[in-house]
């Protein structure tokens, strides 16, 4: 069963620095999202994109966020100066034009 | 605010009850939900979607309720068994479009053997 593959499972940095999450999203899907998680709330939308670029973005997705699809395959986060506010689960997602969106198992990240 | 929102953050059910989760929405133009649980460290796994041309929508001992009129949702779980255990979302967008989906709080849900 195709899947949503994510890595690195758990990430700790120290604060101020540069951290990249890695996202394969599933081969045929069009529309590559970002979410996080503080511990104990609700999912919350980060981006989206499509097409080769960002499509819609939240509040939580300011400056020091960034997304890339550098290939066909990956679709990674990068956080430029980690915040300890930053702290949280990472989850890509992907779909097909409409229909079910798929997630994957998450990147916890510890800003220390 | 928020659009989605739940009514109970936990429930706690004997284990073969039928286990009911509701939630709310704010956005009337939302046509799809969907219904996610997650256990604990893992991501959202899909549990049931229901677009708005319907009121009810069943699954593998899941059922999921619309009701557009006052903008509720509602999981049913027949037979709670332990492996139910989790947090329970829903989640609504417009179907068509790329409109990211948005996600209420969670509403944990134990099972009691």
Redesign the interface.
């Known amino acids: 069963e195709p899947e949503?593959t994510q890595t690195p499972s758990h990430q700790v940095t120290q604060m101020g620095q540069e951290v990249i999450l890695h996202c394969v999203p599933i081969s045929n899907h069009l529309?590559f999202?970002w979410?996080r998680q503080i511990l104990g709330?609700?999912?919350?939308?980060l981006v989206?994109f499509?097409n080769n670029e960002i499509?819609?973005k939240?509040e939580i997705f300011d400056d020091q966020f960034s997304v890339e699809r550098p290939d066909g395959s990956n679709f990674t986060l990068k956080i430029r100066s980690t915040k300890l506010e930053d702290s949280a689960m990472y989850?890509c997602?992907s779909r097909l034009l409409?229909?079910?969106?798929?997630?994957?198992?998450?990147s916890r990240l510890t800003v220390l | 605010g928020e659009s989605v929102g739940l009514h109970l953050p936990t429930l706690s059910v004997q284990e073969g009850d039928n286990s009911i989760i509701n939630c709310a929405y704010s956005n009337s133009a939302s046509d799809y939900f969907i219904w996610y649980k997650q256990e604990s460290g893992k991501g959202p796994q899909f549990i049931i979607d229901i677009r708005s041309n319907m009121d009810k929508r069943q699954g593998q001992r899941v059922t999921v309720l619309l009701n557009k009129t006052v903008k509720h949702l509602s999981l049913q779980i027949a037979a709670t068994q332990p492996g139910d255990s989790a947090v329970y979302f829903c989640a609504e967008n417009m179907d068509s479009g790329n409109t990211p989906l948005v996600f209420g709080k969670g509403t944990r849900l134990s099972v009691i053997a």
């Open positions: 949503v529309y999202y979410y709330q609700k999912v919350e939308f989206s499509y499509s819609e939240s989850f997602a409409t229909g079910e969106l798929f997630f994957g198992e998450g």
